[in-house]
């Protein structure tokens, strides 16, 4: 198909239709929920068109809001990135990067094999001018006032030199002073203690070079942090390789789930329990709704010449329709743009920084 978006005055986001578990179905049902709460939001969706068009065409909400990038081909979570980069162009997954590197869309969504999207990636959007390792950043249910911490990477890349974690340092306080209205976001550095003394020797390298870019990159660096920190009130961005963020994360998602089943039985145990339940309804709606990883689902990927967020492969409805949310709201902001420049402005002092570490009492 060679229709053009007509979305005049609204953002447009390119969606990836064939990328989760659950299949199109579930993603369409996701854009319509987008489309219902939002106005403003319009989609470029990529896929089997025959199907794609039947899927909206029952959805109302979607009339004219959607335009369809026929796609013969799926990325499945088991193909190899690197089969993806070479052989990938009729996929999905591939159509919805370009409509993002071709000016039609505003942002990306996809919830695909992560290793072959940040392949697909780096190679359709390339990486901004200065970064070595492009970073997937989540949000963080927290103790913290705007309700939620900002962690990277969880999973772009495994490893992470002291450079790469000043650069997700830098990322990572651009997202949140854009994506949540932080003037001064507290950074922290993941470590196993407080004490400056203990972690492995690129973690007190990076401790230093994002000390002493603190005060020029406008944030506030609170040092070393724990794991029990990730939720806590201490830090509004903890920084940590993507072994240990991924780790980190899919450990809160089962928690999380194990936290809603362990309750649903404390519930069941007796008729005076399943009573108390009615009674506290509310109160449970509310914490299920705090804790629910699908209402913060999307790992954005940063470092890059455009937006791309990551939803579970395993999203629902509300998980897709949650993406696409904090696409549209990365997008509306200009973010891209402001993380952009922000890279381009620190790039070369944080390459001095690495040939030239800074002093102790510097």
Known sequence: MTDQPTHAGRITISVDAMGGDSGPATVVAGIAKSADKNPDIAFVLHGPEQTLRKLVAKRRVLQGRVVFR???????????????????KQTSMWSTLDSVRAG?????????NTGALMALSM???RKLPGVNRPAIAILWPSRNPQGFNVMLDVGADVRADAKDLLQ????????????????????????VGTEEHKGRAE?????????DFAEQANFD???????????????????TDGFTGNVAI????????????????AFKYSPLSRLASVLAITSLNRLKKRIDPRRVNGGVFL????????SHGGADATGVSAAVKLAFTLAQSGFAEKLAARVASTAELAQDAVHTPPKAGE
Do not use: W
């Open 250 to 265: 899919k450990t809160g998602e089962g928690t999380a789930s194990l936290i809603g089943d362990l309750l649903r039985q």
């Open 104 to 112: 039609e869309a505003h942002g990306a969504v996809s919830c695909g």
């Open 203 to 211: 973690l007190k390298e990076a401790h230093a070079m994002i000390s």
């Open 221 to 239: 660096f609170v040092g070393f942090v724990e794991g029990s920190d990730i939720p806590g009130d201490k830090a509004d961005v903890i920084v």
């Open 168 to 191: 997700y340092a830098l990322m990572g306080a651009s997202y949140a002073r854009n994506g949540m209205a932080l003037e001064r976001p507290r950074i922290g550095l993941l470590n």
């Open 123 to 125: 190679m359709r959007l």
């Open 70 to 88: 026929d796609c013969p081909d799926v990325v499945t979570m088991e193909d190899k990135p690197s089969q993806v980069v070479r052989s990938g």
């Open 303 to 310: 470092g890059l010449n455009g937006t791309v967020v990551k």
